[in-house]
């Protein structure tokens, strides 16, 4: 259950990240309420995970998730150029959480 949670806190930390930059600097209201509201529930969701999931995973998880998916949503839909390195740096992120996975940071 507990990475169900952290599913659901990434998702909504993920649409809330996507709503700020359609916030225009929270000058437009809806995305302003989507970017406060996003955050708001994914913060309960990952304290909610944080009872059956380490700190050090959850955190881990949910931050190099949410980075590398805000990343490719920028590269797919927002016309955020795919360099190398930005390519690379992704990779890195999933590597680093499968490796803490592997490492037994449970």
């Known amino acids: 259950m507990g990475y169900l949670l ?3 806190a990434i998702a909504a930390e993920v649409a809330a990240t996507t709503a700020m930059k359609y916030s225009e600097g929270f000058s437009r209201l809806l995305p302003s309420l989507v970017t406060a509201l996003g ?13 059956t999931v380490s700190v050090g995973t959850a955190y881990a998880i949910w931050a190099g998730v949410g980075t590398a998916a805000i ?19 992704i990779a890195l992120i999933i590597v680093g959480v499968v490796v803490l996975n592997l490492g037994g940071a449970h």
């Open 71 to 89: 990343a490719t949503i920028g590269i797919a839909f927002m016309g955020e150029g795919l360099t190398a390195t930005k390519a690379a740096g």
């Open 39 to 51: 955050y708001l529930l994914s913060f309960a969701l990952l304290a909610q995970t944080l009872k």
């Open 6 to 8: 952290l599913a659901g």
